[in-house]
C-alpha cells in the first residue's frame, strides 16, 4: 500500500512551478517555463524518495498551455534527456503517479467543441505519462461530467465519447464518484458497460450518497472489482472536510485520529491518494503513522520541522512534545501527531509569538550585523506595541536565516 499527495509541495523552498498568461505565452516563454517546471518536478520527485513517498499526482500545469492550440512546442522531443531522467527514478523507486485533468475537461458535454477540447486534453495528459516512459497502472483521473437535463442521456454521450478515445488514453482513464452528480453506484455502472477502472473518493461519498445502504468498504470492495492486473493496485482518494469551508472543501491538514479510524478497517491492498491543503506533510504523517514499526527518528526529524511552528501556538504542547520524544520505548507517532495538531489548532498569543520569534533569533544574534539587530528589536516592539502583525518578523528571520545558510531553520514550517 502507498499514501501519496497531489502536485505540489508544501513548505519546501525552491519548488515552485512558474505559469503565464495566454497573452505572455509565446515559445521563449512556453520554452523557459517547461524548463522550469520540469526541473522542479525532477526536485518533487527526489523529495518523495527521499521521504519515502510512492504515489503522487503529477499536475495538470506541468506543460504551461499542454493542450492548447497555442502552445506549438514539441516538448517532450526538447525535453527528452530531463523526462527520461525523472521517468527512471519513477521506475527505480517504484513510484506511481497520475494526473487529473480539471473542471473543464468534459467528456460528456452536449457541446461538441467541449467535447473535443476535452480529447485534447486527455491526449496531453497520456502525451506527458507516456514520455515518462510510465506504464498503464499510472492513470488519469477524470469526473464523469454534467447532467445537463438529463442523466441518462449524459452517461450515454460520455460512453459513446470515451470510445473515440486513443488507446492510450482509454488504458490510463480511471473514473471517479463526484460530490454533486454522480455518486459511486452511477460510476460503477459507467464501469460495467467500458470496462475501466472506478476511484472510491470518501468524501464524494459522503456528500452524495447513493440510494443503497453499503457502508464506505463495502463500495470500495465494489469499485476493487474494477482494478485489473494491468491497472495496478487499487486507488482510493481520501480527504476531510473543511470545518468552515463549503461541502466539499478540503481539510488544511489530515485528522491523524478520523484518518486512522477509516484506515483501520480497510481490507486489501490498495493505494490512498489523499486530498488536502498541506499535501506532503499529511502524506509523512499519514506514512509514518502506518507503518508497521515506528522509528524514532523520523519522528525526531518531523519535529525538527515542526517545533518552532508549535512554539509559535502553544509552549505547554512544545515541552509536551519534547518530554514524550525522550522517552524512545513508549513513543507513539498517532499520539505525536496528535500533539502536533493540537498545537497548531491552538490560537497563537502575543507572547509565543515573541517567544517563538526570539528563540529563531538566537542563532543570528552572536554574528548578526548591528544594524540586523537593531531591525529584530524594532520590529519586535512594533508587534508588541500592536503596530504591526508577525509576518514581518517572520519574513526578516526567514531572511536572516538565508543569508547565514541555517539549513535547519530554512526547512522549519514556521515560515510557510
Not at 503565464?20 to 522542479?40: G, M, P
Not at 506527458?128 to 437535463?149: M, P, Q
Not at 489523499?274 to 508497521?292: F, G
Not at 526547512?411 to 510557510?416: P, R
Request: net charge neutral.
Amino acid at each position: 500500500m502507498s499514501i501519496g499527495y497531489a502536485c505540489i509541495l508544501f513548505g519546501v523552498a525552491g519548488c515552485s512551478f512558474k505559469a503565464c498568461r495566454l497573452s505572455k505565452a509565446d515559445e521563449d516563454n512556453l520554452r523557459i517555463i517547461t524548463k522550469n517546471n520540469l526541473v522542479i518536478l525532477d526536485r518533487i520527485i527526489e523529495y518523495n524518495i527521499e521521504n519515502n513517498i510512492k504515489l503522487f499526482r503529477i499536475s495538470s500545469d506541468i506543460i504551461p498551455f499542454g493542450s492548447h492550440p497555442i502552445n506549438q512546442l514539441s516538448w517532450w522531443i526538447e525535453h527528452k534527456d530531463l523526462l527520461d531522467k525523472i521517468g527512471g527514478k519513477i521506475k527505480e523507486y517504484r513510484m506511481r503517479v497520475s494526473m487529473h485533468p480539471g473542471q473543464y475537461t468534459v467528456l460528456n458535454s452536449p457541446d461538441p467543441s467541449v467535447v473535443n477540447n476535452a480529447i485534447k486534453d486527455l491526449n496531453y495528459h497520456a502525451r506527458f505519462l507516456n514520455a515518462l516512459d510510465t506504464d498503464a497502472s499510472n492513470k488519469i483521473v477524470l469526473h464523469i461530467g454534467g447532467v445537463y437535463g438529463d442523466k441518462e442521456k449524459s452517461i450515454e454521450r460520455f460512453i459513446k465519447n470515451f470510445y473515440t478515445l486513443q488507446e492510450d488514453v482509454k488504458c490510463r482513464l480511471v473514473i471517479e464518484n463526484d460530490e454533486k452528480s454522480y455518486n459511486i453506484s452511477d460510476v460503477l455502472k459507467i464501469s460495467n458497460h467500458i470496462n475501466i477502472p472506478v476511484i472510491f473518493d470518501s468524501l464524494h461519498h459522503i456528500i452524495n450518497p447513493p440510494s443503497q445502504s453499503l457502508s464506505q468498504y463495502e463500495w470500495i470492495k465494489l469499485a476493487q472489482v474494477t482494478w485489473k492486473e494491468e491497472d495496478g493496485r487499487q486507488k482510493i482518494h481520501y480527504s476531510q472536510q473543511a470545518p468552515e469551508g463549503k461541502p466539499g472543501a478540503h481539510s488544511k491538514t489530515i485528522g491523524i485520529m478520523e484518518f486512522m479510524d477509516f484506515y483501520n478497517p480497510l481490507d486489501g491492498d490498495l493505494d490512498i491518494m489523499l486530498e488536502v491543503k498541506d499535501k506532503n506533510l499529511s502524506a509523512i504523517k499519514c506514512i509514518i503513522c502506518t507503518a508497521d514499526h515506528l522509528r524514532a527518528y523520523l519522528l525526531e526529524r518531523e519535529w525538527a520541522k515542526y517545533k518552532y511552528l508549535i512554539l509559535s501556538h502553544s509552549q505547554s504542547c512544545y515541552l509536551e512534545i519534547r518530554e514524550m520524544l525522550k522517552n524512545k520505548n513508549y513513543l507513539s507517532a498517532r499520539n505525536f501527531y496528535e500533539k502536533i495538531e493540537e498545537g497548531i489548532n491552538t490560537e497563537p498569543s502575543k507572547g509565543s509569538h515573541i517567544n517563538a520569534a526570539q528563540h529563531i533569533w538566537g542563532y543570528f544574534k552572536n554574528y548578526a550585523e548591528a544594524k540586523e539587530k537593531e531591525k529584530f528589536i524594532k520590529l519586535l516592539q512594533k508587534y508588541n506595541e500592536e503596530k504591526s502583525e508577525i509576518t514581518p518578523i517572520k519574513a526578516f528571520l526567514l531572511k536572516l536565516a538565508i543569508k547565514y545558510s541555517e539549513e535547519y531553520l530554512i526547512q522549519s514550517y514556521y515560515f510557510t
